[in-house]
């Protein structure tokens, strides 16, 4: 079965970073978009960043210019550098990634992980 494992959360200073990681495992023939979502309490799922498997990146207006997502192919792998983080900031973080299995090679479907905080003091 396909896994999504987030790390990298945790308590940071406002004017911090973080940095998240997220790796995918199981029986994978291949993985296309990836990206990261958050949730605060009480708050819709929003997405954070987007990265495609060409590397082409979408950010939410909130983060750009503070957040930077990036991937590693070989290691299916997804990563977000949160520099100058606000408390606002503040969420669980989600990772998600459209995955093809095997057996379908041609569907991908989105899979997620199971969340990791990350808690921005003022």
């Known amino acids: 079965q396909v896994q999504l494992v987030e790390s990298g959360g945790g308590l940071v200073q406002a004017g911090g970073s973080l940095r998240l990681s997220c790796v995918a495992s199981g029986s994978i023939f291949s993985i296309n978009a990836m990206g990261w979502y958050r949730q605060a309490p009480g708050k819709q799922r929003d997405l954070v960043a987007d990265i495609t498997r060409g590397t082409n990146t979408n950010y939410a207006d909130s983060v750009k210019g503070r957040f930077t997502i990036s991937r590693d192919n070989a290691k299916n792998t997804v990563y977000l550098q949160m520099n100058s983080l606000k408390p606002e900031d503040t969420a669980v973080y989600y990772c998600?990634?459209?995955?093809?299995?095997?057996?379908?090679?041609?569907?991908?479907?989105?899979?997620w992980g199971q969340g990791t905080q990350v808690t921005v003091s003022s």
């Open positions: 998600n990634a459209k995955i093809a299995l095997p057996s379908t090679y041609l569907r991908f479907y989105d899979y």
